[in-house]
Structure formats: structure tokens, C-alpha cells
């Protein structure tokens, strides 16, 4: 097969992965990622699935290798199915290597054996607590056996869950043992992700809710012996494996330890802007090159200009007690 053009940004880093919200709306609120009253965006300013399409596969034609689908909740987008079994397609001709999702659980009974049947081999799941009542708490409008439920269809589907938990403090510390137990006895990959500055969160305070991963490292070495590893999965996660169960433990970690110089992905929001990085505000209209032009050649040349001015990393920071950094786009728009 004929090699494909490779895009690379102006620190050398090919960029190869492509993470795509597909909608603002969610059927949850979690506290850390959206005010109770959030404004949505107009329907009509949301690429539609067909956008959604051309623009994943113009990237797909110019080297990336995995797509993740993510959102808000991309599993609430009306016909997200069919999007997902179009551009499966690449899948099938070996240009795309992974196309996976990133879901709150909350639609997977209802999907995971379609996403099985298309050739999604994995998937990351949130969940951070699995007491029912903090459950509700934390999404405000989740119930938590339905997320299990959709866990369990999932894995009954042979796609592989990774659980990603966010640590938050004064939530989820006294809970560390049980989902290290939990994820190990369903065989599941866990990582744990620390809270970023992302967007208005009404009463919330982002202070309140940050439990820096050095502390959680901590905790977790009390009960288990934990192992350093070099596993690399192309992203951002550090790794260890827990000897006493052989589990692999990621840690993503912006603010006690900036990882930008491995960062391989740029993110397009429901909105078709295309974010070089989570954490600056620089971005480029794709919808309007989308909508402006038929052919795609104007496409891909701007995908080109954007990730020639990819920046270094991102500008996260919660020393000396306060919040710097924040981004006044919420994780929902961007995509998480
Ligand atoms: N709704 C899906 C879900 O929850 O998995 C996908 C979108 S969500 C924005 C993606 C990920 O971002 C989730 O794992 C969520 O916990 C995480 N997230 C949301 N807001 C965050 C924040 N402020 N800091 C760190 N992670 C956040
Ligand atoms: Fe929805 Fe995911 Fe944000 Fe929770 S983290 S409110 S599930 S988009």
C-alpha cells in the first residue's frame, strides 16, 4: 500500500489520532463537567452526520490512524449508529487502525453489540464511584445500574472496557480499593484522570474538587504493590501494573505532571473547530471550510495550517492555590 501523507506539527510529533465530540448534550451533569442549567448548543450549529463524515475522513486520508468518537454523550446523538457504521468503512480498507468511543455507559445496553458487530474492539467507560447514592450525586441525573448494566453488555460483546475515573476529593478516595477489586475481578483496564479547569461549572470549585494523582499513587501503594511500566499507549496515560492482581493502572496527570511532549491528537468539536490542544484556546473553523467548499481540497489544506501551529502543551496550572489555565469551553464541547 502506497504510504499516506503524514501530518506533523512544528515540534516533530506526527499526529495520528483524532478525537471527535459529536454533540454538546448529555443525559448526565456531572459536577466537574457541567453546570446543572447548561445552555446547549442550537442544533443547526452542530456538524451534521454527513459533515461528521467527510471531515474524520479527510483526516483519516491524511495519516491518522485511530478515531475517538466522544462528546457530551455520543451515544445520545439521534442516529450516532449510522455514523458509526459509515465510517467503519476504514476500518474495513486497513487505513484506520482503532475506531473507538469514549460513553458514559449509559446507552450501551441499547448499542454494544452493534458497536461490537462494526469492529470496535474497546472502549473507555467513566464511572467514578460505584456507591449508588454518590452516583447519583456526582451525573446529578444518573442511575448507576444502568451504567453497570451497559458495562456488562459491553464486555459481553467482546469489546475490552477500560473504566476511566476522575479522582476527586472528598468523593472517591475511600473508594480506591473497591474499583482496583472491581475492575480486576471484570478484567477491566483502569485509569484514573485528574480534574481540569474546563469550562463554567455553576456553585462547583474546581479547588474543592482536585485530588492530585502523586496523593492517589500514594494511597493506591498502601494495599497494593505497585510496579512502574513502560507501557505506552501513544497518549498521555503513565502506567503501572498492581503485582497482587497483574492490572494495568493508568494515570493521566495535566497538572502534577504535563505530558504535552508525547501528544499525538488534536480534538474537532461538535461545532467542526479544531483544537490543536485541550488546554489553549486556539482553533480553526472547519465548518465554515466544510460548508464553503465541496471539493476537499480547501479541507485538507486547513487541516494542514491548523496542525503547523499545534503549540507546545497546555497551560494548566493549580500552584499557589488558585486556578490558572482555565478554559472557558466546557470538556462536553471539546469532547473529553
Ligand atoms: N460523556 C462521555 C463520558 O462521560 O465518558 C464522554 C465525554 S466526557 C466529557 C469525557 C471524559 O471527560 C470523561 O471521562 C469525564 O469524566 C472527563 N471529564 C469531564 N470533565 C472533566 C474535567 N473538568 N476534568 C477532567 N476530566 C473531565
Ligand atoms: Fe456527560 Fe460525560 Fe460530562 Fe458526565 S462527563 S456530564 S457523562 S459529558
Redesign the pocket.
Known sequence: MKDLPRLIDPFARAITYLRVSVTDR?????V???SENMNFLPKADLLTLEELDRVCSAFISQGVRKLRIT???PLVRRDIMDFFTSISRHLKSGVLDELTLTT?GSQLHRFADQLAKIGIKRINI?LDTLDQEKFAKI?RW?RLTQVLDGIDAAINAGIRVKINVVALKNFNENELDNLVKWCAQKDMDLTFIEVMPMGDIGNENRLDQYWPLSDLQKTLAKTWTVIDSREQSGGPARYVRLAETNQKVGFITPLTHNFCESCNRVRLTCTGELYQCLGQEDQLDLRKVLRDNVDNKSLINAIHAAIAKKPKGHAFDYSRQQVSGQMSRH??HTG?
Open positions: 448529555c443525559d448526565f451533569r456531572c466537574y463537567c457541567m462528546g457530551g454523550e458514559n467513566s451525573t444518573g470538556m462536553s473529553g
